[in-house]
């Protein structure tokens, strides 16, 4: 079968293993059903997920141009801390950054590769952690802004990471954490102004990724280099596709390339 359209990150749903998908403008595939399958994938062009364009990626899936001009990607997405809606202050557009950054957004740690501190609106958990691979996450507070999650991670990133180690998480070398002890360490670094919204009660969320095989020694798929490849798939984990030949795939660092897939 032989489906085609423009990359962009997988929706997943929690479930007992972590369930994937991709969407195509025609075509809708559900990825855990390709596991163990030989899959082909072929790099036809790009499409900025902005303009349409075939104008070569730049970030996040937009050409050069649209990351430099569009609200969806403002600096205030990469750091929450320089978010400045709630002063009604404008970055690009103050209307959509009033619409994004005025909601409820959690501020958690999670484990993929070593706990680690991250920011997201409500309605992104636990889309957000399995994004990264993480194993295991928890809430730890839930402010009414993106300003103030920043302050706080920006305030824990000097006692805990806020990188994943793709490599580690892909390969699978974790280790169990307990998160709610890490909680209860952190909470002492936290700014002021975000005290009211601590979540102390909370409990760890355990994601399981549907993976056969862990690869050993990893090689990055560079689609838009080789053009095509043709791989065995056996598991999912973050936003990565894990082929039976240690290559792993970021579909989500290929967004905005419109490729044809053949399963
Ligand atoms: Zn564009």
Redesign the pocket.
């Known amino acids: 079968m032989l489906f085609e359209g423009v990359l962009k990150k997988m929706p997943t749903e929690l479930k007992e293993e972590v369930q994937y998908y991709m969407v195509f403008e025609n075509d809708f595939l559900h990825v855990n059903q390709l596991l163990n399958q030989k899959i082909s994938l072929s790099f036809l062009k790009y499409q900025?997920?902005?303009?349409?364009?075939d104008?070569k990626i730049f970030r996040q899936g937009?050409?050069?141009?649209?990351?430099y001009e569009?609200p969806q990607a403002g600096d205030w997405i990469m750091k929450p801390e320089l978010s400045t809606a709630h002063l009604e202050q404008e970055d690009r557009n103050l209307e959509y950054e009033k619409k994004v950054q005025l909601q409820p957004h959690i501020v958690y740690l999670a484990n993929s590769s070593n706990v680690k501190v991250g920011v997201t609106r409500k309605t992104q958990v636990p889309t957000r952690w399995i994004d990264q691979g993480a194993h295991e996450a928890l809430e730890i507070l839930e402010v009414p802004n993106r300003y103030l999650a920043g302050i706080a991670e920006v305030a824990l990133k000097d006692h805990v990471a806020d990188k994943t180690n793709w490599r580690t998480m892909l390969k699978n070398e974790i280790e169990d954490v307990s998160l709610e002890e890490k909680r209860n360490e952190l909470l002492q670094f936290l700014p002021e102004e975000v005290e009211p919204y601590i979540l102390k009660n909370n409990k760890e969320t355990e994601i399981n990724f549907p993976v056969l095989r862990y690869p050993k020694k990893l090689k990055s798929l560079n689609i838009e280099k080789s053009r095509e490849y043709t791989g065995v798939l056996k598991g999912v984990k973050g936003q990565y596709l894990l082929f039976e030949d240690d290559r792993v795939f970021n579909v989500r660092n290929n967004a905005g390339f419109y490729i044809e897939l053949k399963v």
């Open positions: 900025c997920l902005n303009c349409g364009k104008k937009f050409c050069y141009d649209c990351f569009i």
